[in-house]
């Protein structure tokens, strides 16, 4: 007889249907995943990263395709509507026309910006018009891999700028809860999350994409227009486990928030092995580009190994990683 299993991701007391977050900017700015994908069978889907004025991105080509399944090159440059039309457009025509709140599944809006007053006014925004909508937004992400402009590096580089962006941005941000998202180059990550953890966010999102470059050595130019680009898919699965484990630990005895990993989920196995490791979600990104549908052969997979591990909900085993195996060392 089949076990019934309950697959809830409790994100800081947001609880999603199932674990599976659809990643920003790789699911349109809110619901177009809506024409190729139930949204009622996926735990959430994030926005595409809102600045405060309109982006066009850079130019094409902006997406490549990495031979051998290592994942993809992305350099779109934060294309978005920007803040004004997401509200009184996006937002409002989303789920034919009803409004985001109407959608089938949790929402996170995914904020960025290029100051500490930008990432301010929009996430202001966001979160009070999510208060006069049902309360559409419960999850607010600071993607904060966009370069500070003051000092040119990433607002998520350090403990230091992450402090000072959270310490503005916390008080305005009354509703929704706040989820901080890191890039896997981030120098020491698990301290800056530590850092975030300690500043007010409710949750971190690790990772984000690494920067990289791919070559026509035929013509002699770079694949994409802007030269270099963020590597996203399998390549990055490794490299955001270990990001994954290390945080979870770090942040254990002092201040235990919840994970949403993200990076290279293809397959049930991909998100399993994040859950191992302290994830309470997963992201799908680039599995979304192979198969838009993929979350939900990665849910019923999930499903599958929770029934088969003797457990009744996915969230039992978060963090439930044993110990090596090893046969040990020869003696002589
Ligand atoms: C085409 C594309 C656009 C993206 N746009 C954003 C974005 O606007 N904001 C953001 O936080 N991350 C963005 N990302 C990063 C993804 O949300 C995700 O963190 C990253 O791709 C790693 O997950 P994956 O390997 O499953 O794709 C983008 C990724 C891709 C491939």
């Known amino acids: 007889m089949s076990r019934i299993v309950s697959m ?6 947001v609880v999603l249907r199932t674990p599976l977050v659809l990643a920003a900017g790789t699911a349109g700015v809110i619901d177009e995943m809506a024409d190729v994908l139930d949204l009622s069978r996926v735990g959430a889907v994030t926005t595409k990263s809102i600045t405060l004025q309109p982006r066009a991105g850079n130019d094409w080509w902006r997406i490549l395709d990495l031979p051998g399944a290592a994942g993809m090159i992305n ?4 294309a978005n509507p920007g803040l004004d039309a997401f509200l009184e457009h996006a937002c409002a025509g989303a789920a034919g026309g009803e409004g985001v709140a109407a959608m089938p599944c ?18 202001a925004n966001i979160d009070e018009y999510s208060s006069a909508h049902g309360g559409c937004f419960p999850l607010l992400e600071l993607n904060v891999s966009c370069p500070n402009v003051r000092s040119g590096v990433e607002f998520g580089h350090s ?27 981030t120098p ?10 300690l500043a007010g966010a409710d949750a971190l999102n690790l990772g984000n994409t690494m920067p990289a470059m791919s070559i026509d050595v035929e013509k002699r130019r770079p694949r994409v227009a802007n030269t270099t680009g963020g590597l996203s898919g399998p390549a990055v699965h490794p490299v955001t486990l ?14 235990p928030i919840p994970i949403i990993a993200t990076g290279g989920v293809m397959h049930w196995q991909d998100a399993a092995a994040y859950i191992l490791a302290g994830a ?20 019923r997979g999930l499903e599958k190994w929770v029934a088969r591990q003797g457990r009744t909900r996915l969230s039992e085993l978060v963090g439930d990683l044993l110990p090596p195996e090893t046969p040990g060392r020869e003696e002589g």
Do not use: N, Q
Request: with cysteine.
């Open 8 to 13: 809830e991701a409790d994100l800081a007391g």
């Open 75 to 78: 350099a779109i440059g934060l």
């Open 106 to 123: 949790r929402v996170i809006a995914s904020v960025a910006g290029f100051s500490v007053d930008e990432y301010v006014k929009v996430a």
């Open 159 to 185: 403990a230091g700028l992450i402090r000072e962006l959270l310490e503005a941005v916390r008080p305005v941000v009354r509703s929704a809860k706040l989820v901080v998202k890191l890039g896997p180059m």
């Open 188 to 197: 020491d990550l698990p301290g800056v999350a530590l850092a975030a953890a």
């Open 242 to 255: 270990k990001h994954v484990y290390e945080t979870r630990r770090k942040l254990a005895e002092i201040r």
């Open 280 to 299: 309470s979600a997963v992201g799908v990104g680039t599995g979304l580009f192979v198969d838009p549908r993929c979350p939900l052969s990665i849910t």
